[in-house]
């Protein structure tokens, strides 16, 4: 007998069959057991036949140990951006993580996301690749890190569903680095394009009146007269159900579970954009002959005045959060350092729930001697936004395609020299045309946003400077207009219609400096060495502090600044 034929064991029955002879109903019972027993030795093998072996599952396939550094074999990874045709046929090593996966019998066809570049891998049944294999790239689950070991063959067709779309792997090898729990929410709904919902929306409004129709028409028929109409009506519930197909990831939601909203493409560029904007800053000014420089956010005192100040507790006193690094970046000019620049957190204590403010944001701010005119500084900044605007355009092609793509917006339209007007003109412009903008106040919201508008129209920019804010709109530190005293030699920057820098020409007078603190109702005792060391010989200054956030959001017509904040602080939001 061969080794792989099964023998069915002996029962009870057969064994006093064998001395009294076996009855009808006891040969029926016997028979059946057999049956039972043979079916499940055969399963039993077959199973056996298609479990992996030990030694191939560590190999080929499988869970790898924790990285604990134990050990470092030196084998080169290649970035998934990097695979190209130039390496058809070359086997290489990626690690990345399991964007989605399908399988259709004994192929499964992974999309491996390394950032925001994608490839397609295939694992398919020959040679070492067995039936366990496949099995096991399909049990992958979405956002599982892997390292894989293929080649690199160049499909037939491209492939438009990745960013490599002119190449995928053939897998030979596939580990588990770190397996991924089920997700709180799917990133292809996080990642889907606004258009998709948009058109979703239209569709399914447009099947609910059809429905609405429907119903009426329906209403108070019988029998034979209402089939037709009810058949309609149970179409359209069906057609709407199935349009809405789409699920859309609230912003909280997104919030809630940021380290998987940051891995859509859209966020990785967004954030390489934001880094962008922190290097060309620096790049520029540093060619300009700025130092960087690191100030406390750990103050004595408010900065600006006011109540929008964080208060915390400092030992057996009290400190603030600084609302900007202002003061200090006077006091550095102060001590001869000429041109400054810093990076670094800013905190208001303002209880604002608009798109545009957050309660702890970066602020870019720069501060430098001047010679003759506060317009010294203004051309170093009119410069410095060209540099920024013209780098994010060449260096960052890729990424703004990338943002493109889910969140559609028109490239920023910007002249050098930029536009510069003076506020009574702006007041002027708004005027014209039917907006009540008192003379000596502020701009509101609306109405910073319906000047970029206006300005867009009549001057063909999206970027502009607007000069002379009055005196009242100013913090105390702020030069008066020597020829007006109701205005002061200070300035904004707007992109799209919003503010995104804020600036000045300083009062460098100890005397004066002391006098406009008072009229604004700052308590000169808690920034005395800040008044002090204008006492010393202090040169003509003036600065500005530009919100990074913002402008990464304007720039890349975003609509709310909590998408450019990795992760934002607002009045109601401290976690993540």
């Given at each position: 007998?061969?080794?792989?034929?099964?023998?069915?064991?002996?029962?009870?029955?057969?064994?006093?069959?064998?001395?009294?002879?076996?009855?009808?109903?006891?040969?029926?019972?016997?028979?059946?057991?057999?049956?039972?027993?043979?079916?499940?030795?055969?399963?039993?093998?077959?199973?056996?036949?298609?479990?992996?072996?030990?030694?191939?599952?560590?190999?080929?396939?499988?869970?790898?140990?924790?990285?604990?550094?134990?050990?470092?074999?030196?084998?080169?990874?290649?970035?998934?951006?990097?695979?190209?045709?130039?390496?058809?046929?070359?086997?290489?090593?990626?690690?990345?993580?399991?964007?989605?996966?399908?399988?259709?019998?004994?192929?499964?066809?992974?999309?491996?996301?390394?950032?925001?570049?994608?490839?397609?891998?295939?694992?398919?049944?020959?040679?070492?690749?067995?039936?366990?294999?496949?099995?096991?790239?399909?049990?992958?689950?979405?956002?599982?890190?892997?390292?894989?070991?293929?080649?690199?063959?160049?499909?037939?067709?491209?492939?438009?569903?990745?960013?490599?779309?002119?190449?995928?792997?053939?897998?030979?090898?596939?580990?588990?680095?770190?397996?991924?729990?089920?997700?709180?929410?799917?990133?292809?709904?996080?990642?889907?394009?606004?258009?998709?919902?948009?058109?979703?929306?239209?569709?399914?409004?447009?099947?609910?009146?059809?429905?609405?129709?429907?119903?009426?028409?329906?209403?108070?028929?019988?029998?034979?007269?209402?089939?037709?109409?009810?058949?309609?009506?149970?179409?359209?519930?069906?057609?709407?159900?199935?349009?809405?197909?789409?699920?859309?990831?609230?912003?909280?939601?997104?919030?809630?579970?940021?380290?998987i909203d940051l891995r859509t493409p859209a966020n990785q560029a967004i954030f390489r954009v934001q880094s962008g904007v922190c290097q060309l800053f620096r790049e520029f000014l540093s060619s300009e002959g700025f130092t960087e420089i690191?100030?406390?956010?750990?103050?004595?005192?408010?900065?600006?005045?006011?109540?929008?100040?964080?208060?915390?507790?400092?030992?057996?006193?009290?400190?603030?959060?600084?609302?900007?690094?202002?003061?200090?970046?006077?006091?550095?000019?102060?001590?001869?350092?000429?041109?400054?620049?810093?990076?670094?957190?800013?905190?208001?204590?303002?209880?604002?729930?608009?798109?545009?403010?957050?309660?702890?944001?970066?602020?870019?701010?720069?501060?430098?001697?001047?010679?003759?005119?506060?317009?010294?500084?203004?051309d170093v900044l009119d410069a410095l936004f060209n540099y920024l605007f013209t780098g994010l355009t060449k260096r960052y092609a890729k990424e703004l395609?990338?943002?493109?793509?889910?969140?559609?917006?028109?490239?920023?339209?910007?002249?050098?020299?930029?536009?510069?007007?003076?506020?009574?003109?702006?007041?002027?412009?708004?005027?014209?045309?039917?907006?009540?903008?008192?003379?000596?106040?502020?701009?509101?919201?609306?109405?910073?946003?319906?000047?970029?508008?206006?300005?867009?129209?009549?001057?063909?920019?999206?970027?502009?400077?607007?000069?002379?804010?009055?005196?009242?709109?100013?913090?105390?530190?702020?030069?008066?207009?020597?020829?007006?005293?109701?205005?002061?030699?200070?300035?904004?920057?707007?992109?799209?219609?919003?503010?995104?820098?804020?600036?000045?020409?300083?009062?460098?007078?100890?005397?004066?400096?002391?006098?406009?603190?008072?009229?604004?109702?700052?308590?000169?005792?808690?920034?005395?060495?800040?008044?002090?060391?204008?006492?010393?010989?202090?040169?003509?200054?003036?600065?500005?502090?530009?919100?990074?956030?913002?402008?990464?959001?304007?720039?890349?017509?975003?609509?709310?600044?909590?998408?450019?904040?990795?992760?934002?602080?607002?009045?109601?939001?401290?976690?993540?």
């Amino acid at each position: 007998m061969a080794e792989s034929e099964t023998v069915a064991p002996l029962t009870a029955v057969q064994e006093s069959a064998d001395e009294k002879g076996p009855s009808k109903k006891a040969l029926k019972k016997a028979e059946k057991e057999a049956q039972k027993a043979q079916a499940k030795a055969a399963k039993q093998q077959q199973q056996q036949a298609a479990k992996p072996k030990e030694e191939e599952s560590s190999e080929n396939y499988g869970v790898l140990p924790l990285n604990q550094s134990a050990d470092r074999p030196g084998r080169k990874y290649v970035d998934v951006s990097a695979l190209d045709e130039s390496l058809a046929g070359q086997t290489v090593l990626v690690q990345a993580r399991v964007n989605n996966s399908r399988g259709k019998g004994n192929l499964v066809f992974l999309v491996l996301r390394q950032s925001f570049a994608t490839v397609q891998a295939v694992v398919a049944k020959s040679g070492d690749v067995t039936k366990g294999f496949v099995a096991f790239a399909a049990g992958l689950s979405k956002e599982t890190i892997v390292a894989v070991e293929g080649t690199v063959t160049v499909p037939k067709e491209k492939i438009e569903t990745t960013s490599q779309q002119t190449v995928e792997i053939l897998v030979t090898k596939l580990h588990v680095v770190s397996a991924a729990a089920t997700l709180p929410m799917q990133l292809e709904d996080a990642a889907r394009p606004k258009k998709v919902f948009k058109e979703q929306e239209a569709r399914v409004k447009a099947l609910e009146l059809e429905l609405e129709e429907a119903q009426k028409k329906l209403a108070g028929k019988e029998g034979e007269e209402a089939k037709p109409l009810q058949a309609e009506v149970d179409r359209l519930i069906q057609a709407k159900s199935e349009a809405q197909k789409y699920s859309k990831v609230s912003r909280d939601t997104r919030l809630n579970n940021r380290t998987i909203d940051l891995r859509t493409p859209a966020n990785q560029a967004i954030f390489r954009v934001q880094s962008g904007v922190c290097q060309l800053f620096r790049e520029f000014l540093s060619s300009e002959g700025f130092t960087e420089i690191h100030t406390p956010k750990l103050i004595g005192a408010a900065s600006e005045g006011g109540a929008d100040v964080f208060k915390v507790t400092y030992f057996e006193t009290f400190a603030y959060l600084a609302q900007s690094p202002q003061l200090y970046k006077q006091m550095a000019i102060c001590a001869d350092l000429e041109r400054v620049f810093e990076i670094g957190s800013v905190f208001r204590a303002e209880k604002s729930f608009t798109y545009r403010h957050l309660t702890e944001f970066i602020g870019l701010d720069l501060e430098m001697q001047i010679k003759e005119h506060y317009y010294e500084v203004l051309d170093v900044l009119d410069a410095l936004f060209n540099y920024l605007f013209t780098g994010l355009t060449k260096r960052y092609a890729k990424e703004l395609a990338a943002v493109n793509v889910q969140f559609p917006y028109t490239p920023l339209k910007w002249t050098y020299p930029s536009l510069r007007l003076k506020f009574p003109e702006a007041v002027a412009l708004l005027r014209e045309n039917g907006v009540n903008q008192p003379e000596l106040e502020d701009l509101s919201t609306e109405n910073e946003r319906t000047l970029g508008r206006l300005v867009k129209e009549k001057y063909d920019t999206d970027f502009f400077i607007l000069d002379k804010f009055p005196k009242s709109a100013r913090p105390f530190y702020t030069m008066v207009d020597p020829a007006d005293e109701r205005y002061t030699n200070s300035y904004d920057f707007f992109i799209r219609g919003a503010e995104i820098l804020s600036g000045a020409q300083r009062v460098h007078d100890a005397a004066m400096l002391t006098k406009r603190a008072g009229e604004c109702g700052v308590p000169v005792e808690g920034i005395k060495d800040y008044v002090n060391s204008f006492k010393y010989g202090a040169p003509p200054h003036a600065g500005g502090g530009i919100g990074l956030e913002r402008v990464v959001m304007l720039f890349l017509g975003l609509t709310n600044i909590r998408q450019t904040s990795m992760f934002p602080r607002d009045p109601k939001r401290l976690a993540p």
